[in-house]
């Protein structure tokens, strides 16, 4: 006599292959896409931004963070009052804080938080600020 295994998850595909619930199904007899295709690395932000209706300036939370910190002292430089850049820092530290954890959309990133401190100075010197806050 012989037994096999069947796992809760090859079981719940049997039976709805047993159903039918695989029938008919959307691109059943098409070949997958991109197949035979040259490999492209960024096969799965273009595949998220189709997914998503995104269109081709749309990036995922986790790369539009990044782009975010690229831009930092030019979006700082915009802030009106030390306490408004403060405020920034924070919400930034807490986006790329969500993106190092996996809570937000896209690849991992690891990103290091932001020094609030070292930012608030060089917002200082460009806009010619010295001595005390």
Known sequence: MVHWYESAVDRQLREAQERGEFENLAGAGKPLRGAGGEYDEDWWVKDWAQREGAGAGVLPPSLALRREREELDATIDRKPSEQA???????LNEQIRKARVGLLD????LLPPVDADQVVARWRERRGLTGPR
Do not use: D
């Open 85 to 91: 850049v403060r405020e920034y820092v924070a919400a």
């Open 106 to 109: 896209g690849p991992p990133t």
